[in-house]
């Protein structure tokens, strides 16, 4: 018979495995994309590194009480031989052939005390039990994980790097106005002479959060924990928020640039991609690196004509989409390419420098506290996050037909 401490203890192993493959999975992306782990990611993991330390500690005395159980449910077997009341009749009948069956029913014609018991075995109406009769033996089962469609990746934030915000109101300095050198037109005549002018580009951060208000008996009843998917799903929700709003902003604010014609070739989009690249080099300098960042729908463009199979002489290594997913997923003439989902129009790509966009963060995290009025715990999630583009000719908006 099943005992609640065998049900608890298979909770806690699934518990255990359902975090240890949370962690996995945090993990296997970070090294798909060849990165640390960054720091929401950080905090997950120690998250559900205490959980499983918490529950390894619970399961202890369990498994000790449960070991002692079963050694004495095996000596109590060891000893039911030597306890019963010797009845050795079979309790059950099924006839091996048709010939052993007649045989049983001419002896009991003959009055055989032990054929006419196996035939009245063999002939007793049972009553057949199902599930249907005993619904309220049968738990209703949930198998974990829970199925989460959302990518947390940041991947336009994270080619940047987010920067460490200092408060709620900065200023950047930015030169708009270059020193002079030129060359002299006589000897004795005076050189050419430019002041240098550096302006502020004035910062203001903005607050991204959400909040849930939990149950108490949610908390304690659930099995996934609500809790942590309460929490993970609000910061995969203020990742995706970030994101989006970093990629808009620095595409409503880009330069319109080159333009690919609506049935290209590999050559009109290399070539959309080189002009952009010389717009931004001419903005930059050459500073920072080089990115393409596009939106999904994009890669029904980009990834047939660029194929991963043998590009020999090719102006790409070509896109497999074995591998698709949010980030870097090849490059087009040596410009790394990005997808994310941050973009609110289909069929968007820019072409920036690294130089030319920045982003900030000071990342709050989870916070709690609880209503001992309604057994209710708040949760919430937040952090202080901006972008900021230094130059708008760096940052190159290529139009997709």
Known sequence: MARQTDAMLARYVGEIEERQTFIDGLVEAAQNEERDLNEQELELVTRARDRIGTVNGLMAPLEEARRISGDSAERIAQLAKFMGDGDDKPRKMEYRSAGEYVLDRWRAGLGMDEAVHRLDLYHRAAAHQTTADNPGLLPTEILGPVVNFIDAARPMVAALGPRQLPNGSWSRPRVTQ???????????????SRKM?????????????????????DIDWTQPAIMDIVINDLAAEYALVSEA???QAFYTGATAGPTIPATPNGDAVAAALWTAAGQVYTATKGQGRLLAVAS??????????????????????GFNAATYGQGALGAISGITVIVTGGFAAAKSLMVLSSAAAEVYEDRVGSLQVVEPSVLGVQVAYAGYFTELIMEPLGIIKVTVT
């Open 245 to 247: 709003d970093a990629v």
């Open 178 to 192: 270059h020193t002079q050198v030129g060359a002299q037109s006589a000897e004795k005549a005076e050189l050419p």
């Open 197 to 217: 002018v550096i302006s502020k580009v004035p910062v203001t951060a903005k607050t991204l959060g959400g909040y849930v208000n939990v149950s108490r008996q």
């Open 296 to 317: 999904p729908d994009v890669l029904g463009i980009l990834g047939p004509l660029f194929a991963p199979i043998n590009p020999v002489d090719a102006q790409s290594y």
